[in-house]
């Protein structure tokens, strides 16, 4: 299974018929339902996912309560909401427009890429995918980019085909034409294979053939490449022996929880040796590629060994196959090829869990550390987040608050030029996090491009621990002497809804909830909780269950099915743990909410504890158990399917993982509210630069800076419609206990 394609991300006109309201809000006739009934029908409307009947019962307010504050207020959102709708819609209409006129360019200039990505853009325009089929403009253009792939390939410009056959998959995804997406999903994942070799094994080259990429489109290069700087290809092959790879098949082939034994893996293993040796470039780090001849008798004898793996029964497959197979190619290797024999044993193994599904893969010496720091707390490092820019350089996403990198003076946007003297120039974001990461107490110089500076400015910086903070509020007013945030929880503090949003599933969520809980009490008794679970990718299974369990005080929370589809085990909830059962509460996701965050919603959901607002969820339902396989080694292997509770108690509850081919996957939301690709990029860096609290020319932190964001844009620029609609939803719930107030003040 794939991610959802950053260009899209259900680039649909956010239009959410239950809460596109009428205006005027009619007055209710006398005598109808109070101010409290029709509270509870709002929301049990939305709990059960009746659009009209939440639009029916919010355009209609109760007589009594049409005079009070908070009845002005709801008015005023519902209004609002409808200006919201309107404006994004027109906003809508002309980026289209605008994306047709700019695909016409391209095309026209003979950028195909540039062409076709504007294609897609206009495509997410529509309110309907499949419309751009019947667009002759498009479909032209998306057959001269099928007919490119053919010779790009034979030129070898994979880094051409891989973002054209980026760009069609996309343009297939979520359409009718599945066969055609699975069709460009595989390519893709090929030729991705190809580069991810050249990362590792052959970086000048893949250097040099971005730069040549660059030249021939007339975009600036990424200067020159210096061998100093990049992690040997050794180094990445330390510890990898016959032992580890054994074990890592044999548990797999019995455990995987759709496995078919050993055949898939063995295929999948002479599959990737195939585009290993395939793959010519690599001969700057293996020279025996570049002899066609030797390469040729390679590559018959793997497809010798395909066809007579096709002809053996699965009772014959087993262990011992498999091992007289290995040691078929190790010798072969060596009257052939003759590559180190951990580069067989690495590349086999990565081709054999590939066959099994995204998420297994051997955890191999050199990536275990990253993977440990991975699903815990806490790392020892400097405390910023990057990534890439365009230029493929490494780019500070934003520094945490309170660590050392914050403190340092890191920003936003800075370009990490070195470290400790090293140009970064072609390193993967791996090997960035290996050089900056370190001992604690060490440290670590960076040399930073930033804007306006002509010269590098060197940041040297002690690494310590990093508290991966994964619980967040609506505003962070202040960040206390430990480094903790101090944050603001009310999104709506006249109504008194609260807001927290979780990160990612750790060791440390659960208490972090807790105690964000209990500051929010403290401040007053909140009316209602928004729970943001967008773009969280998951975590811990045990943190899934125990932050589920708040909301639930008795039944199931998940299951968990084997590969014969029966039970394996189970986790209830326990009555002692329940802490927010009955308060009103709605949880947000979309299609960046995966594995623990859909067992969190899909739990809630079943069990009427919370209303789901948004989009539905990734599809990440599968159990991956780690395998001790090496002292240095662990096998990650997808071993069951989540499956959620009973949501009648009659029939089975849903399982949650996106299986090729299907059509019902993740948790479908109660009310569901897209949101175009432009206002979740709008949104992710509106927050992100709300919570970033700037310096003072004197290294002070200056919370109330003018400069600083704030995070209400997200409600009152119409950014956020699911956090808008979410909160409309809870002030419905809210108005009964404001009119109760008002009444009793004599209002």
Known sequence: ?????????????????????????????????????????????????????????????????????????????????????????????????????????????????????????????????????????????????????????????WLDSQEIMYLLRTFYEDTSRQDQFQYFDDQLEQVNRRVGLLAR????????????????????????????????????????????????LQTAAAEHVETKGWRDLM????????????????????????DANRV???????????????????????????????????????????????????????????????????????????????????????????????????????????TPAYFQGVKPNDLIMTVDGDSTVGWSLNDAVDRITGPKGTTVSLGLKREGEDDLVTVPIERDIIKIRSVKGWWKSDIDQTGDPIWDWYVDDVSRIAYIRLTQFTEDSLQDIRQAWREIRREGKPNGLIFDLRHNPGGLLTAAVQISNLWVSEGSIVTGEDKHGNRAWGQDARRHSAELVGVPTVVLINRGSASASEIVAGCLQAHGAAVIV???????????????????????????????????????????????????????????????????RDAIELRQAAEVIPLDDEGRLNPKDPERPAVDGLLTEGIDSQLETALLILNARALANLQTEHARRGG
């Open 614 to 680: 948004g989009d539905r969820s990734f599809g990440k339902g599968s159990v991956q158990t780690i395998h001790h396989i090496a002292h240095n080694g662990r096998l990650k292997l997808t071993t069951q399917y989540y499956r959620l509770p009973s949501r009648d108690g009659r029939t089975p509850g849903r399982l949650v993982h996106k299986r090729p081919g299907a059509t019902v996957w993740g948790v479908d939301p109660d009310i569901e509210v897209p949101m175009s690709a432009q206002h979740v």
């Open 201 to 248: 094994y052959a970086p000048r080259k893949l250097h040099e053939m971005r730069n040549e990429r660059a030249t021939r489109l007339g975009e600036e290069p990424y200067g020159d490449f210096n061998p100093a700087t990049s992690i040997d290809w050794r180094e990445r092959l330390e510890g990898v022996d016959h032992h580890m790879l054994k074990a890592a």
């Open 267 to 290: 295929s999948g293993g002479l599959a990737s040796l195939k585009i290993f040796a395939t793959t010519t470039p690599l001969s700057e780090a293996f020279p025996t590629l570049a």
């Open 296 to 402: 040729n008798r390679w590559t018959n004898a793997l497809d010798g060994e395909v066809a007579a793996l096709g002809q053996m029964p699965d009772r014959e497959l087993d262990r011992w196959a498999f091992s007289s197979q290995l040691d078929r190619l190790v010798r072969l290797n060596r009257e052939t090829l003759d590559v180190p024999i951990e580069v067989i044993l690495r590349e086999y193994g990565d081709g054999a869990m590939h066959e099994l599904d995204t998420y297994s893969e051997i955890i191999w010496p050199e990536k275990l550390r990253r993977f440990q720091q991975a699903t815990a707390g806490n790392f020892v490092g400097i405390g910023i987040l990057i990534r890439h820019n365009d230029k493929r350089e490494i780019m500070v996403v934003n520094p945490l608050e309170g």
């Open 1 to 157: 299974m794939t991610s959802p394609s950053p260009i899209r991300l259900r680039l649909a006109l956010p239009l959410i018929a239950a809460l596109v309201m009428p205006s005027p809000i009619l007055v209710a006739e006398e005598g109808e339902q109070d101010v409290q009934r029709w509270a509870m029908d709002v929301w049990n409307a939305a709990r059960r996912g009746d659009a009209a009947s939440v639009e029916a019962r919010m355009s209609r307010l109760p007589a009594p309560a049409l005079d009070s504050e908070a009845a002005d207020r709801f008015r005023s959102s519902v209004d609002a909401m409808k200006v919201n709708r309107e404006r994004a819609a027109a906003s809508q209409r002309e980026a289209r427009a605008e994306a047709i006129d700019e695909m016409r360019t391209e095309r026209d200039a003979d950028n195909l890429a540039a062409a076709l990505r504007k294609a897609v853009t206009a495509q997410t325009l529509s309110d309907d995918l499949d419309s751009a089929f019947g667009e002759p403009e498009i479909m032209e253009l998306v057959k001269w980019a099928k007919a490119q792939l053919p010779q790009a390939d034979r030129d070898r410009l």
